[in-house]
């Protein structure tokens, strides 16, 4: 059984930053593309970043590009994604997911940032940036 669990949530000001952890259990995360998605109340999961099973591919939502980073660390088995110059409308339940297929370049560019691409979810983590 697939399991992620994401930590690294909390509160904070504008401007601030977190870094978030995605971590694997029961399975390596070496073959799997992984994406953050994040949820706030009332609206639809999103897309925030992707990363491609190597590392050498990455994918951002316009949204939060140039403030979020994501990495890997396969030894680790954890996917980062660090968050800077946060914004209130930041704010939201963050998940991240993995996704079978070993994606390339164009898959992940072309699916990666799609919910229903991924198969194995985490529980989430809650990010809230507010003075």
């Known amino acids: 059984q697939l399991q992620l669990v994401e930590s690294g949530g909390g509160l904070v000001q504008p401007g601030g930053s977190l870094r978030l952890s995605c971590a694997a259990s029961?399975?390596?995360?070496?073959?799997?593309?992984i994406g953050w998605f994040r949820q706030a109340p009332g609206k639809e999961r999103e897309g925030v970043s992707c990363i491609s099973s190597g590392g050498g591919s990455t994918n951002y939502a316009d949204s939060v590009k140039g403030r979020f980073t994501i990495s890997r660390d396969n030894a680790k088995n954890t996917v980062y994604l660090q968050m800077n110059s946060l914004k209130p409308e930041d704010t939201a339940v963050y998940y991240c997911?993995?996704?079978?297929?070993?994606?390339?370049?164009?898959?992940?560019?072309?699916?990666?940032?799609?919910?229903?691409?991924?198969?194995?979810w985490g529980q989430g983590t809650q990010v809230t940036v507010s003075s």
């Open positions: 029961g399975f390596t995360l070496d073959y799997y593309a």
């Open positions: 997911a993995a996704t079978t297929p070993p994606w390339g370049h164009l898959e992940l560019a072309q699916y990666g940032l799609g919910p229903g691409e991924y198969d194995s």
